[in-house]
C-alpha cells in the first residue's frame, strides 16, 4: 500500500464518526448504523449500544462482526471511487466496572460528548470490536487486503 493511500485510510478512520455494523440474525446478514471510537492505534473499535437493540441481541449470539466505514460523500459523479474499509473483527462485552472500562468511557465522550446521559440508561454498554482483517478501496483500482497489523501500521499516518 502507498504512502497516501495508507493516510487516507488512518484520516478515514478518525474523522468519520459512524460505520455501518453488520452482524448475523437468524443465519443472514443485518447491517444498522452506530457510532463509534476507535483507540489511537486501531486495535480496538468501541460501540456504545442498547442492550435492548437487535444488533446487540446478535453479537450476544454471535460475536463475529463487520464494520464498513467510508469516505463522506462529496457528492462527486462516482460515488463508487469513495474510499471505504470493511473491518472484520470479534465483539466483546465491555462491563461497567472492569478494569480499562474509565478510559473507554472517556475515549468515546471525547468524540461523542452528547453521549453523557446514555450513560444513566441502564441498558446500555460498550462493545470491543478487535479487527481481525479486512479490504481497504483507497480509490479506483487501489484495493487492499488489511490486517491488524496493517491497522496499527497505519495509525502511525
Same mark, same amino acid.
Do not use: C
Given at each position: 500500500?502507498? $504512502?497516501?493511500? /495508507?493516510? +487516507? *485510510?488512518?484520516?478515514?478512520?478518525?474523522?468519520?464518526?459512524? $460505520?455501518? *455494523? #453488520?452482524?448475523?440474525?437468524? /443465519? $443472514?446478514?443485518?447491517?444498522?448504523?452506530?457510532?463509534? =471510537?476507535?483507540?489511537?492505534? @486501531?486495535? $480496538? @473499535?468501541?460501540?456504545?449500544?442498547?442492550?435492548?437493540?437487535?444488533?446487540?441481541?446478535?453479537?450476544?449470539?454471535?460475536?463475529?462482526?463487520? *464494520? +464498513?466505514?467510508?469516505?463522506?460523500?462529496? &457528492?462527486?459523479?462516482?460515488?463508487?471511487?469513495? =474510499?471505504?474499509?470493511?473491518?472484520?473483527?470479534?465483539?466483546?462485552?465491555?462491563?461497567?466496572? /472492569?478494569? &480499562?472500562?474509565?478510559?473507554?468511557?472517556? *475515549?468515546?465522550? #471525547?468524540? @461523542?460528548?452528547? #453521549?453523557?446521559? +446514555?450513560?444513566? +440508561?441502564?441498558? @446500555?454498554?460498550?462493545?470491543?470490536?478487535?479487527?481481525?482483517?479486512?479490504?481497504?478501496?483507497?480509490?479506483?483500482?487501489?484495493?487492499?487486503?488489511?490486517? =491488524?497489523?496493517?491497522?496499527?501500521?497505519?495509525? =502511525?499516518?
Amino acid at each position: 500500500m502507498d $504512502a497516501q493511500s /495508507e493516510k +487516507l *485510510l488512518a484520516h478515514i478512520i478518525r474523522t468519520s464518526r459512524v $460505520a455501518s *455494523l #453488520a452482524t448475523l440474525r437468524d /443465519e $443472514a446478514p443485518q447491517v444498522s448504523m452506530v457510532a463509534y =471510537a476507535a483507540v489511537a492505534d @486501531f486495535s $480496538a @473499535f468501541y460501540i456504545h449500544v442498547s442492550r435492548l437493540a437487535q444488533h446487540t441481541v446478535d453479537m450476544q449470539r454471535d460475536k463475529h462482526v463487520s *464494520l +464498513l466505514i467510508t469516505e463522506a460523500d462529496d &457528492g462527486r459523479l462516482d460515488p463508487q471511487t469513495l =474510499a471505504r474499509v470493511s473491518i472484520r473483527g470479534s465483539a466483546e462485552l465491555v462491563q461497567n466496572g /472492569e478494569p &480499562g472500562y474509565t478510559p473507554i468511557k472517556g *475515549l468515546y465522550l #471525547a468524540r @461523542f460528548p452528547e #453521549a453523557e446521559q +446514555l450513560f444513566k +440508561l441502564g441498558d @446500555f454498554n460498550f462493545w470491543r470490536i478487535r479487527p481481525k482483517g479486512g479490504r481497504y478501496v483507497a480509490g479506483f483500482a487501489k484495493a487492499y487486503n488489511i490486517t =491488524a497489523d496493517t491497522l496499527k501500521k497505519v495509525s =502511525a499516518r
